[in-house]
């Protein structure tokens, strides 16, 4: 049964949308672009009616590629201002210098670590921090329950084992 | 029992299993196995050593509180339609909108964004106004200088210098600074205007070791490495 047949899109938009606007911005690295990526995603969502009890992983999944393709646009542009990884975003609360400063530091680690990872490996550990169950994360990353502990894992191993660097470094 | 693989010990940390059941045999064998239960250890750290990391960088600090906010809107009110027949298509136009006006969802989704710009009506629910936010410019210095240029002295503000190893140029603007900025291979001009009240922050990476503020036509503050370092700020309004 199709999530649009049976209403809950409602129970979806209340479940997910936060949860998927806070993914796309450390997928992305830019709030802004979460936001409009979001929205996109639901309208597929609503166009493409996947089944219910799928529905949330397929929503971030289509909200993936469609970073993706944001990105490919962006990168096409290449404009100077609000160019590659964002560091801050357009709408930032604003924030005390030092604060900003170690927001600034803390996202440019970030955007090194997850810039990194393989896209699938980004998705997995992300959609991870959202509290996503291992066959859900599989059914969205396109692989089998099995592997993706394993991928999870790597991933995982490889962002601490950098982001500890950087800490010594600093 | 064989020692557990990564993907089996990430799973006992996401999906702790029910005392008992089929998954628990993993979890007695962490406890009881020095290697496995080492390895626990170590992907725990692992992964509250990530999540700590993201929750620093607060990478959804700037959504927008109105984007996360769903607005609940009244009923459009019916219109009077004179004339027997056209009455008559009237409401048969509303039997069938049910079946046949399924929303777009782009439409669906600009009445849960509060976009709706065809309401007659204001909405019942407003979404909580969005914080006074500022704009927010990056660029990228070259070679080791920057210039900040100002068109014109303000009526107040002020411009923070801050630096700092790993990170990026950015300039954030807070407040009305008039046309908007101009970024050039060397810096950021602020085509603000003499009734601006704006303040600016302007994050530099450890890279650029020598600033210089020109306000109008007044002299360029050269502020030097130990300035940057302090934290140096100067008045948009003049000295």
């Known amino acids: ?170 | 029992m064989t020692h557990l693989n990564d993907a089996q010990i990430l799973l006992l940390i996401d999906h702790p299993p029910e005392p008992g059941s089929e998954g628990d045999d993993a979890r007695r064998h962490a406890d009881a196995c020095d290697r496995c239960s080492a390895g626990l250890a170590r992907m725990r750290e692992d992964a509250a050593l990530f999540t700590g990391w993201l929750d620093a960088a607060a990478f959804e600090a700037g959504i927008a509180p109105a984007a996360t906010a769903p607005v609940i809107r009244p009923r459009r009110p019916t219109r009077w339609i004179p004339g027997g027949w056209l009455r008559a298509a009237a409401v048969l136009v509303a039997m069938a909108a049910p079946v046949v006006a399924m929303p777009s969802g782009r439409a669906w989704l600009a009445a849960k964004l509060g976009g709706d710009a065809g309401s007659p009506t204001a909405a019942v629910q407003s979404a909580p106004a969005a914080l006074t936010t500022p704009s927010v410019i990056r660029f990228e210095p070259t070679g080791g200088t920057l210039l900040l240029t100002l068109d014109a002295v303000q009526a107040a503000g002020s411009v923070a210098v801050r630096h700092g190893t790993g990170i990026e140029a950015v300039l954030e603007i807070t407040g009305d600074a008039g046309m908007g900025p101009v970024v050039s291979g060397g810096g950021v001009r602020i085509r603000n205007d003499s009734g601006s009240r704006a303040g600016y922050t302007l994050l530099v990476p450890g890279s650029v070791r020598r600033v210089t503020v020109r306000i109008a036509e007044g002299a360029p503050v050269h502020l030097d490495e130990a300035a940057l370092r302090a934290g140096a700020t100067v008045s948009a309004a003049g000295r």
């Open chain 1, 1 to 170: 049964v199709s999530v649009v047949e049976t209403g809950a899109v409602e129970a979806l938009w209340a479940r997910c949308h936060e949860p998927l606007l806070r993914y796309l911005a450390r997928y992305t690295g830019d709030a802004d672009a979460a936001a409009d990526i979001a929205q996109e995603a639901f309208v597929r969502l609503l166009e493409h009616a996947p089944e219910e009890d799928v529905a949330r992983p397929w929503l971030f999944r289509v909200a993936t590629n469609l970073a993706h393709d944001a990105a490919r646009t962006a990168g096409r542009r290449r404009a100077l201002v609000m160019s590659g990884r964002a560091m801050l975003s357009h709408s930032d609360p604003p924030a005390a210098p030092d604060r900003a400063i170690e927001r600034a530091r803390a996202r440019a680690a970030l955007a090194t670590v997850l810039g990194e990872l393989s896209p699938k490996e980004r998705m997995a550990l992300l959609m991870r921090e959202e509290g996503f169950a291992h066959h859900e994360i599989a059914a969205a990353v396109g692989t089998t329950t099995g592997s993706v502990g394993t991928l999870l894992a790597r991933a995982l191993r490889k962002a601490a084992h950098r982001l500890r660097s950087t800490q010594e470094e600093s």
